[in-house]
């Protein structure tokens, strides 16, 4: 018999909230996005959840699905409910704010603690830099570059639930695809920043973050491009800034 | 500094794993290859004592795994028991020097002439 029905549990409240049971009907090619639109739509306004561009650009809708978080508006139903059965909760390893939403400051903060931002060598006189598609550092910024911050990696990550400082695995990639920039000029205080126990070398390589990042990156491929980048402090006793 | 620290502890797990990789390899073969028609301490003993080539494998076995040990050790206790950094700093000295001390006992009881 074909299920036509969803039985979908979704958490409500803070972090001493619990599960609440609602019926979604079942549609072809639905999302996970679809089901909790629908539930705030039609069976419960108050439902507080987060999403934007519905195309998997902006990730801003990454929830825990059936224990695995996910972006949702591009997750289909078909995919992951089990018995017509979804549980749909929080992004994990962040603050709950309410429901579905997720408090992900700290995780963009450590994405600048990384130093993830840009840090200029040249100004508009100077002239452009030529950085050459098929150079090594150009193809290792490449890989990573395409990471739209939706946090499934830092939730899917064992090693940020056991130590709260660990930068985890975007910030980590965003360094990686910084430190294989000829034009930025921040190298050695970011290859400080990310080294240590709070760094790339607390990272286990046990890939939960490449299993799952839904746009197919790897942090765990840059995470240990930085540990061997932090070589350099170790060989040549670079200091920080 | 902790960065550079992190990051030398890194290198020597790294580079203590790669020797237990061969030395353990080294250590396999070399227990098929004595115990085959039986084991005696007697015969162990005749191929160890005061042989130099021995020692130096072994003594280098023994360095590697007390610095491998106790590195991992020290994450664990960081990570699983909620350590402080300088209470796991002394937990693996301590079990760096047990570890290395009680090997080099068992390696010079085995080549010494
Ligand atoms: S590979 Fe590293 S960053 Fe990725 S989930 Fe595992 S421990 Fe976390
Ligand atoms: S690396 Fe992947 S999973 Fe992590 S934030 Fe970027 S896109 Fe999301
Ligand atoms: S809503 Fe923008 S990525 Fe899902």
Redesign the interface.
């Known amino acids: 018999m074909e299920v036509n029905e969803l039985r979908v549990n979704v958490w409500r409240g803070g972090a001493d909230g619990r599960f609440q049971q609602f019926a979604v009907p079942r549609r072809a090619s639905q999302t996970v996005l679809d089901v909790v639109t629908y539930i705030q739509r039609r069976l419960d306004p108050t439902l507080a959840y987060r999403f934007a561009c519905r195309v998997g650009m902006c990730g801003s809708c990454a929830m825990t699905v059936n224990g695995a978080p996910r972006w949702t508006c591009r997750t289909h139903v078909d995919r992951v409910a089990r018995d017509g059965a979804l549980e749909i909760a929080p992004l994990a390893n962040m603050p709950v704010v309410r429901d579905l939403v997720a408090d992900m400051r700290e995780f963009f903060d450590k994405w600048a603690k990384a130093r993830g931002q840009f840090t200029p060598t040249r100004t508009r006189a100077d002239e452009f830099a030529v950085v050459k598609p098929a150079s090594r550092q150009r193809m290792e910024a490449d890989a990573g570059i395409e990471c739209i911050g939706c946090g499934v990696c830092y939730a899917a990550c064992d ?1 940020v639930k ?2 709260r400082d660990y930068l985890g695995p975007a910030a980590l990639n965003r360094a990686w695809t910084l430190a294989n920039d000829a034009r930025d000029g921040g190298q050695k205080a970011r ?3 990310v ?3 709070a ?1 790339c ?1 607390s990272c286990h390589t046990t890939m939960s973050c490449t299993e799952l990042c839904p746009k197919k990156l790897s942090p765990t491929r840059s995470i240990s491009g930085l ?1 061997r980048a ?2 350099a ?2 060989l040549r ?1 670079e ?2 800034e | ?11 020597v797990q790294r580079a203590s794993a790669a020797l237990l990789a061969f030395c353990v390899a080294v250590h396999l073969v070399t227990i098929v290859y004595a115990v085959r028609g039986g084991l005696s301490a007697a015969e162990v003993l005749s191929r160890t004592r005061g042989n130099f080539a021995w020692m130096a494998f072994y003594a280098l076995f023994v360095f590697a795994a007390a610095a491998h040990g106790s590195i991992g050790l020290r994450t664990v206790a ?3 028991l909620g350590w402080k ?1 300088s209470t796991a700093d002394l937990l693996m000295w301590f079990a760096a020097s047990g570890l290395a001390g009680l090997g080099a006992q068992a390696v010079y009881a085995v080549v010494r002439p």
Do not use: Q
Not at chain 2, 1 to 11: D, I
């Open positions: 090693v056991w130590n290859l400080h920043a080294a240590g126990d760094g070398h540990k932090t070589l402090i170790v006793g200091d920080g | 500094m902790s960065a550079r620290r992190e990051a030398r502890l890194w290198v960081m990570e699983w950094k």
